[in-house]
């Protein structure tokens, strides 16, 4: 029932900008933190920064100062601004929730979008 769509992914050239969003949609209660990871070739998928519902974020090091998260609650929509981008941004970014269902709104899941890939040249 419960679907997390990313969209915005491209290709840019190093230092400059993209913004990729992700939409969840379906039979949703509540949503509580929401976050953007990703996945490069041959790496594990890493953390890239989450934000609760109350707009409390948190960020890998490696993108603090240059990628914003932000999220629009009333579209239950999460968005991910990235500045100054650099090769080695170049991943699959996925979206990922910890929401409840209307019909079980005291259990928490957790959910993935399919991926958004964003390629960053030098």
Do not use: H
């Amino acid at each position: 029932q419960v679907r997390l769509m990313e969209s915005g992914g491209g290709l840019v050239q190093a230092g400059g900008s993209l913004r990729v969003s992700c939409a969840a949609s379906g039979s949703i209660g509540s949503i509580n933190i929401m976050g953007w990871y990703r996945q490069a070739p041959g790496k594990r998928r890493e953390l890239v920064a989450t934000i609760t519902r109350g707009g409390f974020t948190n960020y890998a090091d490696s993108v603090k100062g240059r990628f914003t998260i932000s999220r629009d609650n009333a579209k239950n929509t999460v968005y991910l601004q990235m500045n100054s981008l650099k090769p080695e941004d170049t991943a699959l970014y996925y979206c990922n929730a910890d929401l409840t269902v209307i019909t079980s709104p005291f259990t928490w899941k957790n959910y993935w979008g399919q991926g958004t890939q964003v390629t960053v040249s030098s």
